[in-house]
């Protein structure tokens, strides 16, 4: 059974910053492309970054390119979002996934809440 477990969200003000991860169970993680996605209240999901298996390879959405940062650990099964210079149009649920063609993903995680205040 796939399982992917997030973590690490929060209340921070704007400025500031979180790290999220992902725990990845039920299938090979280091061959998967894996992907962060969000979805602020009252919009549809929005992918946020992605990144290839061995993780050389990313993606990121332009209104967070430069203040995100997609990395993985392979040996450890978990991928991590950290979200430096957050401001209020971050706040969303997050969530990690796995085969994603755009925003439909094959599985996903339960979320995590990130809330900014101004």
């Known amino acids: 059974e796939v399982q992917l477990v997030e973590s690490g969200g929060g209340l921070v003000q704007a400025g500031g910053s979180l790290n999220l991860s992902c725990t990845a169970s039920?299938?090979?993680?280091?061959?998967?492309?894996m992907y962060w996605l969000r979805q602020a209240p009252g919009k549809g999901l929005e992918r946020v970054s992605d990144i290839s298996d061995g993780g050389s390879i990313q993606y990121y959405e332009p209104s967070v390119k430069g203040r995100f940062i997609i990395s993985r650990d392979n040996a450890k099964n978990t991928l991590y979002l950290q979200l430096h210079s957050l401001k209020t149009e971050d706040t969303a649920v997050y969530y990690c996934?796995?085969?994603?063609?755009?925003?439909?993903?094959?599985?996903r995680g339960q979320g995590t809440q990130v809330t900014v205040s101004s």
């Open positions: 039920g299938f090979t993680f280091s061959n998967t492309w």
């Open positions: 996934a796995r085969e994603c063609n755009g925003n439909n993903c094959r599985d």
